[in-house]
């Protein structure tokens, strides 16, 4: 079975604190997305890596970063955390396009920011 | 833009009731249509993917149909029973090279014993 882990399931920051969260999927794939979800607005599409070193903005890349140094890593860095990024994060993974494309969960990270 | 939409947001049914859940997207060029479902808290899993060329996938007492030119897609849940109480939702991936899943927003189901 394909396992995408998410190291934190719940964070508590403070504004201005510098927040990582981490993504690691064992299946071998080459995609990687992250995604907020909020009540009435669904899932948004933060950012996504096709390949190792590479990113692409989603939806809403402001105030967040990504980096994927290593095939199976991808992590969501919020550089300076503010009240109004209190969400769930959700990572997944995916074959390339070429392939099935069915992508592929964590269980999420729920972070509050006070 | 593609837009997936899902109706209605909430439904409760009693159980050994079979229904319908419905999801409608604007953009027919699509590359596959995935449905997922979400319990409380938790992260998605995904149930059925339709490839662009197929017409429904089935999985136990689900079944998912595709329609591309109408821009729809229904999930059919048979005999429900009251773990299938979830959010379901439904999401498209379009056929351009690059492009991301775009994800409805879900239609919450209550299936009381």
């Known amino acids: 079975d394909v396992k995408v882990t998410q190291s934190s399931r719940y964070l508590v920051k403070r504004t201005g604190e510098k927040v990582f969260l981490e993504c690691v999927q064992d299946?071998?794939?080459?995609?990687m997305f992250w995604y907020r979800q909020d009540p009435g607005l669904g899932l948004r599409l933060i950012y996504f890596s096709y390949d190792v070193k590479m990113k692409e903005k989603g939806d809403i890349p402001e105030g967040y970063s990504v980096s994927r140094e290593k095939k199976e890593r991808f992590s969501l860095i919020l550089e300076s955390a503010s009240t109004n990024q209190t969400s769930m994060y959700l990572c997944?993974?995916?074959?390339?396009?070429?392939?099935?494309?069915?992508?592929?969960f964590g269980e999420g990270s729920r972070l509050t920011v006070l | 833009k593609q837009e997936v939409t899902q109706i209605p947001a909430a439904l409760s049914v009693p159980e050994g009731e079979n229904l319908v859940l419905n999801c409608s997207f604007t953009d027919s060029a699509i590359y596959n249509l995935q449905w997922f479902r979400q319990d409380p808290g938790k992260g998605l899993t995904s149930l059925l993917l339709i490839q662009s060329s197929q017409r429904e996938q089935t999985s136990g007492r689900l079944n998912a149909s595709l329609d591309k030119s109408s821009g729809r897609s229904t999930l059919y849940i048979a005999a429900s029973q009251p773990g299938d109480s979830a959010t379901y939702l439904c999401a498209v991936k379009g056929n351009q090279a690059g492009t991301a899943l775009i994800f409805g927003k879900g239609t919450t189901l209550s299936v009381s014993s």
């Open positions: 997944a993974s995916s074959l390339p396009g070429v392939g099935t494309g069915e992508l592929f």
């Open positions: 299946m071998d794939h080459e995609n």
